[in-house]
T-cell receptor, first 115, second 115 residues
Framework: GAGVSQSPRYKVAKRGQDVALRCDPI?????LFWYQQALGQGPEFLTY????????KSGLPSDRFFAERPEGSVSTLKIQRTQQEDSAVYLC?????????????FGSGTRLTVV | AQKVTQAQTEISVVEKEDVTLDCVYE???????LFWYKQPPSGELVFLIR??????QNEISGRYSWNFQKSTSSFNFTITASQVVDSAVYFC????????????FGTGTQLKVEL
């Protein structure tokens, strides 16, 4: 597609519920990133894929967070047993290569509210 | 570790005023890229500029200009003759070129341009 597409746009989850957030990167983009943006803060890195390989998951805040990109295109970020502190906007970005040289294209994000 | 500081949380100006958004960064690496992104209410991060650490030449693009000074570790962004459509949150970010693919963002500056 023309841009990075994320769905759903909004998600309300009850505490303890599992959620899955989807990211459709720009076609042909090798690299895919997930960022978490808390209210009033800048985005913070969660994880990075190059094709289907998850090369860096150092930003995932706990083992309740899991991301996959099985075929090197669409990615899913899954959060198990959601907690209130998980409430944030989850941004996905893709890049032609590593990112620093080519820049990133971000999606509009999924706003997760845990009640 | 890298750090990006945007000390201005919120700025309000009247349309047609000039406004400068400050960005100060910290890194021990000598090679890096600096970015500015715009985040309108719709939520996506819109790329504005990328600057290589070796290129200290200032840049102008229409009403936008950027002042990069390595001596003070600053990468300030000026909007000339601001317009209501410039109202958004603006983020400064840094990425190392020597490995890793994480963008480190500042906390953002909310710009409000009023009639």
């Amino acid at each position: 597609g023309a841009g990075v597409s994320q769905s759903p746009r909004y998600k309300v989850a009850k505490r303890g519920q599992d959620v899955a957030l989807r990211c459709d990167p720009i076609s042909g983009h090798v690299s895919l990133f997930w960022y978490q943006q808390a209210l009033g803060q800048g985005p913070e890195f969660l994880t990075y894929f190059q094709n289907e390989a998850q090369l860096d998951k150092s930003g995932l805040p706990s083992d309740r967070f899991f991301a996959e990109r099985p075929e090197g295109s669409v990615s899913t970020l899954k959060i198990q047993r959601t907690q209130q502190e998980d409430s944030a906007v989850y941004l996905c970005a893709s890049s032609l290569e590593g990112g620093s040289h080519y820049g990133y294209t971000f999606g509009s994000g999924t706003r997760l509210t845990v009640v | 570790a890298q750090k990006v500081t945007q000390a201005q949380t919120e700025i309000s100006v009247v349309e047609k005023e000039d406004v400068t958004l400050d960005c100060v960064y910290e890194t021990r690496d000598t090679t890096y890229y600096l970015f500015w992104y715009k985040q309108p209410p719709s939520g996506e991060l819109v790329f504005l500029i990328r600057r290589n650490s070796f290129d200290e030449q200032n840049e102008i693009s229409g009403r936008y200009s950027w002042n990069f000074q390595k001596s003070t570790s600053s990468f300030n962004f000026t909007i000339t003759a601001s317009q209501v459509v410039d109202s958004a949150v603006y983020f400064c970010a840094l990425i190392l070129t020597g490995g890793g693919n994480k963008l480190t963002f500042g906390t953002g500056t909310q710009l409000k341009v009023e009639l």
